[in-house]
């Protein structure tokens, strides 16, 4: 079993930051992959973006230049740093883990952003 824990998701205005945190606890695989995907009532799950434990990145393409992945694999922590944040960028944030054909889900942080 993997535990996720999101922090750092709020409420701020058009064209802020923000970074979001996730720490991974448990059977931790030496190679896996970590990301963020996002949510907004009524609609699917989509990807915003996901590292590797080697480096390897991806990204939606709504958010290329704006946001960017990175991980501190001592840590077992992937963050998401959130730059010109806009209103459609709202939604709750789930990170998530896979290795082994397993994947896992973190509960999820609030991203709010006002025009």
């Known amino acids: 079993q993997v535990q996720l824990v999101e922090s750092g998701g709020g409420l701020v205005q058009a064209g802020e930051s923000l970074r979001l945190s996730c720490v991974a606890s448990?059977?931790?695989?030496?190679?896996?992959?970590m990301g963020w995907h996002r949510q907004v009532p009524g609609k699917q799950r989509d990807l915003v973006a996901g590292?590797?434990?080697?480096?390897?990145?991806r990204y939606a393409d709504s958010v290329k230049g704006r946001f960017a992945i990175s991980r501190d694999n001592a840590k077992n922590t992937v963050y998401l740093q959130m730059n010109s944040l806009k209103p459609e960028d709202t939604a709750v944030y789930y990170c998530?883990?896979?290795?082994?054909?397993?994947?896992?889900w973190g509960k999820g942080t609030l991203v709010t952003v006002s025009s």
């Open positions: 448990g059977n931790i695989h030496a190679s896996n992959y």
């Open positions: 998530t883990y896979y290795s082994a054909g397993m994947d896992y």
């Open positions: 590292m590797t434990t080697g480096g390897n990145t």
